[in-house]
């Protein structure tokens, strides 16, 4: 797991390498464990690793033998034994015991082919000497970030936003049509970010550059691929989810450092614990533990340690946080306004502590059916066509001001609330409204500019647009969005930046292709029914743990985000949200900013998210817009050691 950075420019106008070096350390809490960097005129590869595969000979930027094609890559390939001894039998050779020279001899044989063969979690480029191309690629869901702004005859890409920033990639303005999605979203959503002229690398997209520009480009794998069968019978269904499982799991054991767990004591973290600890050895478990009533999920994974015989390691999370949270709004990049990022952010530095690798059991409840949303998509099917448009619109009025229970994670009528609001919404918009925020309407009402209303106005129906409008939507087919979007935008997103920021890699044994491929063709009665969610799941932990504990209510990872503002956090969110902070986007009503900043605090209504977005947003443009990363006032780079290739040999034999 590590950062990279890179800058090829095919008409070799580059910046001075100095400053490559910089932009380059801006990665370093991703890879504390070295740096390094290639260049020669028109391409520079910078790299800062973290060492956990091949601790003494996997450095990078790495080579071929014959220095023809040159690597940096993020990530960690789980299959590369395999690979490694597939690529043998074919007559390559190896000089470390690195993943990352597998990606290398499988491009070398495979070409672009050679990322349908990884099993793992990565972003890497690749530079052909040969050919000057570049090679960019990501793994399946989009685990590992990769930001890129290309055109004008040069590519740059990094981890993280922060090097495009200081190098000067990108426009520096903000992309309204992203901040009307993320008004909506808390998260940006599809490929843009917030800053124009930079965007993100899809999941499972490789692109080829040429001097030419963009060459060839292509998605290797889908969620809505139908690959795998599913036995008729419940009980060979568990025995064969089991079995991927478990190969799953063995898989990301493979390190050559010690390997811990995150432990919520939720169905999916107590499935991948009970698969490691009988399978590998696990050095410890840490559990966010919220101190506030209600919020605490230590019981049930006090209880899953106990079952498994691992240390369990208690990390309280309270009003405290809100100390941290511009170095956390930091660390998660381009906004990302999920407030349980503080969760992950004080559970990783505890871990980091120890250890440099965790499991998680991210990826269970949209690739199973976990969430509630699922059912609350289905009665929005079925009652929405019972009353017209007025009459759910005057209801949907009606829900902003029933009350709410600040005191529980998500009380019956916040739900309710939050329900009703969505009615007069299409069901597939409705569906993106249950981990949203502001609905479209309200978010526009936040605008003062033209644009950003127009854009938070159409935000949802733009991103569901390339669907049949009037075709059932299927419980598949929420879980394939929730895929392409919450997941990898949120989810994924806010795990690798809150634990690379104390460089603590995570692992999702749940997100293996296979495990991926079985859990999207159960049949639905496996999925959800009603209320009960990710039935296959839960039946799979009641051999494991009991009933009791597979079919607990569902807790959520997030803290008490309303009663917080209104209390601990309250000088915190009215010093970022006063009105001069506010203007200075030049895009957002001040006035509308305070006025709804007014109605929380005075518990008309329950707008935590919300304003949490809104807090994130002013404190990413004040360190990403207003005073971004200047190259110029950067540390020089002296740690950053040089990596030498030899010349490779052109077609007329010439170096």
């Not at 939507?473 to 634990?499: C, F, H, P």
């Not at 292709?513 to 969610?533: C, H, I, M, N, W």
């Given at each position: 797991m590590c950062g990279i950075f890179g800058y090829v420019a095919w008409d070799q106008g580059m910046p001075p390498l100095p400053d490559l070096c910089k932009v380059t350390n801006l990665l370093r809490h991703r890879g504390p464990d070295g740096g390094a960097y290639w260049q020669e005129p028109g391409v520079f590869f910078g790299h800062r690793r973290l060492a956990i595969i091949d601790l003494s000979t996997g450095d990078q930027p790495m080579a071929t033998a014959d220095g023809r094609y040159v690597i940096t890559f993020n990530g960690e390939i789980y299959n590369y034994p395999e690979l490694r001894d597939e690529l043998r039998d074919h007559g390559a050779g190896f000089r470390t015991s690195s993943d990352t020279e597998v990606i290398l001899a499988g491009y070398a044989r495979w070409g672009p082919d050679v990322v349908a063969r990884l099993e793992g979690m990565f972003a890497f480029a690749l530079y052909d000497r040969f050919d000057q191309t570049l090679f960019i690629a990501r793994d399946r869901f989009g685990e590992k970030p990769l930001l890129l702004a290309d055109g004008g005859g040069r590519v740059v890409f990094a981890s993280e936003l922060s090097p495009l920033v200081a190098i000067g990639a990108g426009s520096g303005e903000i992309d309204v049509d992203a901040l009307g999605g993320y008004l909506c979203l808390n998260y940006v959503p599809g490929t843009r970010t917030m800053l124009r002229g930079v965007t993100r690398l899809a999941p499972a997209e490789w692109r080829l550059y040429g001097k030419e520009g963009l060459r060839q480009s292509a998605r290797y794998w889908s969620a809505d691929d139908r690959a795998a069968t599913v036995p008729t019978s419940d009980g060979e269904v568990l025995d064969q989810l089991q079995a991927r499982l478990d190969q799953a799991v063995r898989l990301t054991l493979r390190s050559d450092v010690p390997v811990g767990l995150f432990l919520s004591g939720g169905v999916d973290s107590s499935l991948v614990a009970q698969a490691a600890a009988r399978l590998g050895r696990l050095e410890a478990a840490f559990c966010a533990d919220v101190t506030t009533e209600g919020f605490s999920e230590w019981r049930g994974a006090a209880a899953v340690a106990r079952r498994i015989g691992v240390e369990l390691v208690r990390v309280p999370v309270d009003p405290g946080v809100f100390s941290e949270f511009l170095e956390v709004t930091r660390h998660l990049d381009d906004p990302l306004a999920d407030s349980s990022a503080m969760n992950v952010w004080t559970v990783s530095r505890a871990a980091a502590s120890r250890l440099k690798v965790v499991l998680s059991g991210d990826g269970g409840d949209e690739l199973f059916g976990g969430y509630l949303t699922y059912a609350a998509s289905q009665w929005h099917q079925r009652l929405r066509p019972l009353l017209p448009a007025a009459a759910w619109s005057l209801l949907a009025g009606v829900a902003g001001r029933l009350g709410s229970n600040d005191r529980v994670k998500v009380g019956r009528g916040y739900k309710l609330q939050r329900f009703l609001r969505a009615m007069p919404l299409?069901?597939?918009?409705?569906?993106?409204?249950?981990?949203?925020?502001?609905?479209?309407?309200?978010?526009?009402?936040?605008?003062?500019?033209?644009?950003?209303?127009?854009?938070?106005?159409?935000?949802?129906?733009?991103?569901?647009?390339?669907?049949?409008?009037?075709?059932?939507?299927?419980?598949?087919?929420?879980?394939?969005?929730?895929?392409?979007?919450?997941?990898?935008?949120?989810?994924?997103?806010?795990?690798?930046?809150?634990?690379?920021?104390?460089?603590?890699?995570?692992?999702?044994?749940?997100?293996?292709?296979?495990?991926?491929?079985?859990?999207?063709?159960?049949?639905?009665?496996?999925?959800?029914?009603?209320?009960?969610?990710?039935i296959a799941l839960r039946e799979l932990c009641a051999r494991h743990y009991g009933r009791a504990h597979a079919y607990a209510p569902k807790q959520g990872f997030s803290i008490p985000v309303h009663s917080w503002l209104r209390e601990d956090g309250r000088a915190l969110m009215t010093s970022l949200l006063a009105p001069e902070r506010v203007d200075r986007i030049g895009l957002l009503d001040s006035a509308a900013v305070t006025r709804v900043m007014g109605e929380h605090l005075s518990g008309v209504r329950a707008l935590g998210w919300e304003l949490w977005g809104l807090m994130v947003l002013v404190a990413w443009f004040e360190d990403r817009v207003s005073a971004p990363p200047d190259v110029r006032r950067l540390p020089e780079a002296s740690d950053l050691r040089a990596v030498n290739i030899p010349a490779v040999l052109s077609a007329d034999g010439h170096a």
């Open positions: 299409a069901t597939r918009e409705a569906h993106l409204t249950w981990n949203g925020t502001w609905l479209p309407a309200q978010a526009a009402a936040l605008a003062s500019d033209d644009r950003l209303r127009h854009a938070a106005a159409d935000a949802l129906r733009t991103m569901t647009r390339a669907a049949d409008p009037v075709a059932r939507v299927t419980v598949r087919d929420l879980q394939v969005a929730d895929i392409g979007e919450y997941l990898v935008n949120d989810i994924l997103s806010k795990v690798d930046r809150a634990t690379m920021g104390h460089g603590l890699e995570s692992r999702a044994p749940l997100l293996n292709k296979d495990v991926a491929a079985f859990a999207l063709a159960l049949p639905e009665r496996l999925r959800t029914s009603g209320s009960r969610t990710k």
